[in-house]
């Protein structure tokens, strides 16, 4: 009687993947059924991103199916699309789904976008993907391309957009907005971008621009450390925003306190109620004690609000809230700068976040 095979692949078949010989890679499935599953994903041998072109083409001559899904329901197709090694063309040709959906409704052309990999978008509408492809959510494949891209990714999204809006893809008052963002969240972090890559991600981002008919973001103006800290009247929120801009730094701490004041309110709001405190640990409680003791110095806030200000960071000091706390304490931090206008250098605090 025939030994059954495995239904799963060796836990090192990704290094595998990297170093054995094609007659070692089939001898694997001397053990292993030719759809086991391996990785996070619990792919088959197709789905890994590295499995080698020789590999592949025997897989499917012995049966394994092209369109075989992974636990979000990804094909091949899907990861080597959202993947720089390519080898998109060689699953088309295999037969694969070019319209395969995953659980979120995502086609391969939407992990290519989502994923800011050019060369495997142009190759999929070369082969005839739907341009005007929408997932569950409702999201075309040029809005998602926009919505998930960070500064990193600019250059490519430009060629992305530059392929699809010339493919027929209609701009929209969505985009127009993803694009603005875009704009803030690089200005904002211009002075800590990486300068090797600067050049390209500028023209990137002035193609965005012309693409899409957007007045391009200002650069911003950072505090010179020196001169008196002023903000325009109006509520606290906005208030927050305009020093956030003016004396918040793209990474790390502020270089003065009361850029710092600023910095550690929002950011403490930000880790509770759009990260769900998930990263809450020693730091962001030495944050808090370090919030509330700035509070206290050089012209301090009211004998009230100081203890408003201790009792707000002692109940957040867990990492939950419902809101009212964290933008309390940021309408103090606002109200401490507003009485301290002449900057305060920061001494080096006790926290690396």
Known sequence: MAKRKRKTLPKDFGQLLEQAS????????????????????????????????????????????????????????????????????LLLDLGADIEAQDYQGDTPLHAAAKSHKVQALAALIRRGADI?????????????????????DIEATAKIAQILLDAGVPADDAMLAEVQRIGREFEFHRAGFNPDYLEATDAGLACLYGLFGVTPVASRQLHDGKAAISVADGPWHNQHQQLWQLLVPSNGPAATVQGEVIRLSGRISR??????????????????????????????????????????????????????????????????????????????PAYRR
């Open 22 to 89: 094609l007659e070692e890679l089939i001898a694997v499935f001397d053990q292993c059924e030719l759809e086991a599953t391996g990785g996070y994903s619990k792919s088959t041998a197709l789905g890994f991103y590295n499995c080698p072109d020789e590999l592949v083409r025997w897989l499917v001559e012995q049966g394994a199916g092209i369109d075989a899904r992974d636990t979000y329901q990804r094909t091949a197709l899907h990861h080597r699309s959202s993947s720089w090694k390519g080898g998109v063309d």
């Open 132 to 152: 005007d492809a929408r997932n569950r959510q409702g999201h075309g494949v040029l809005q998602i391309a926009l919505a998930t891209t960070s500064n990193a």
């Open 271 to 348: 880790e509770i109620h759009h990260n769900g405190a998930a990263n809450w640990d020693a730091d962001f409680k030495a944050m808090l004690t370090a919030l509330v003791r700035h509070l206290g110095n050089a012209v301090p806030l009211p004998p009230g609000e100081l203890a408003e200000a201790q009792a707000l960071a002692a109940a957040l000091c867990g990492g939950d809230d419902d809101v009212a706390r964290t933008d309390r304490l940021s309408a103090l931090a606002v109200q401490w700068v507003i009485a301290n206008p002449q900057p305060l250098s920061l001494p080096l």
